[in-house]
């Protein structure tokens, strides 16, 4: 196994609380998962008076609906580009055409 894909130990801060996670990915990636996570905590508002496991969850709501929204328009954009390459075959194919007559 090389050296990138061994597991590694990374400390990062998430809502104030440090956490250790262990991991295969480089540091900067866990980081910037912890960032988004912190994005997250700020945008909810969360008041101090919820517990953890309720803003836990509630931050995991937010980020679940942006994965929901990226999924959907990953699929949108994939039947665009499909839907563009049959036009676009069809095309070549009556072009191909048109040259024989």
């Known amino acids: 196994m090389s050296e990138e894909n061994q597991a590694r130990r990374v400390s990062v801060v998430i809502g104030g609380r440090r ?3 262990t991991t295969d990915k480089d540091n900067n990636h866990v980081e910037t998962l912890a ?3 912190n994005e997250k905590l700020q945008e909810s508002g969360v008041r101090s008076g919820v517990s953890g496991v309720n803003e836990a969850m509630l931050v995991a709501l937010a980020i679940a609906n942006d994965l929901l929204e990226e999924r959907e328009r990953f699929e949108g954009l994939k039947n665009k580009i499909r839907s563009q ?3 676009l075959l069809e ?3 009556m072009d191909r055409f048109r040259n024989i007559a």
Do not use: A, L, N
Request: no cysteine.
């Open 19 to 21: 956490f250790t996670v």
């Open 35 to 37: 960032q988004v996570v």
């Open 85 to 87: 390459s049959q036009r």
């Open 91 to 93: 095309q070549m194919d």
